[in-house]
């Protein structure tokens, strides 16, 4: 009778710890339908504030969130050893074109250890040259996003608060996808009206 309840125990306490830690409320698994790659991406339940922690551009210039106020903000961490983040790529960069850069930013951010060194000619020989990517190295960002898993990305509304995350490759080029950033979009313009 102790072993059955010791293995009762035991199995209750691996479901409550099966997901790991939770960063933010919201992070646990829905059980929605998922039909799409775009259904895996969690719209939390209220914005979840993040601290500015600076990563740095091209040219390494230091950058934190509070620089994009006003705007959607999509933040995708990704690295060139990753092929799920490297595969999302040109459907991320494919993504921006479809809103106009004064609602939408897209900041795509390299964890590569290596930084520019690395990713520069990576991009190149992807024929993604002018793709603008920022640098993480020090992965400083992992104050902020759990950085487990990649790809991962982590969407903020205009006044820089996490509203959305998904932590697993997504197809951006999904009708889904434009969809759910323009309801971002919307949705941050109505309550600055």
């Not at 719209?43 to 959607?72: M, R």
Request: proline share 7%.
């Amino acid at each position: 009778m102790k072993s059955f309840a010791l293995a009762a125990i035991l199995a209750s306490l691996s479901v409550a710890f099966a997901g790991g830690a939770q960063a933010y409320p919201g992070m646990q698994h829905a059980n929605k339908p998922i039909e799409s790659t775009v259904d895996l991406i969690n719209v939390l339940p209220k914005t979840y504030p993040i601290e500015p922690v600076t990563f740095s551009d091209v040219d390494g210039k230091a950058v934190d969130f509070s620089q994009y106020k006003g705007k959607v903000v999509m933040v995708n961490m990704w690295a060139t050893w990753c092929p799920p983040c490297v595969r999302e790529l040109p459907a991320i960069e494919r993504l921006a074109t479809k809103f106009k850069a004064e609602e939408f930013a897209l900041l795509p951010i390299s964890i590569d250890a290596d930084g520019k060194q690395q990713v520069q000619p990576f991009l190149t020989s992807l024929g993604m040259a002018n793709f603008n990517s920022y640098y993480d190295p020090q992965q400083n960002l992992g104050q902020v996003f759990p950085l487990d898993t990649i790809p991962a990305t982590f969407i903020l509304d205009q006044n820089g608060q996490l509203i959305a995350f998904v932590r697993s490759f997504v197809d951006w080029d999904d009708a889904k996808a434009v969809s759910l950033i323009q309801g971002f979009i919307d949705k941050g313009a109505k309550k600055l009206n």
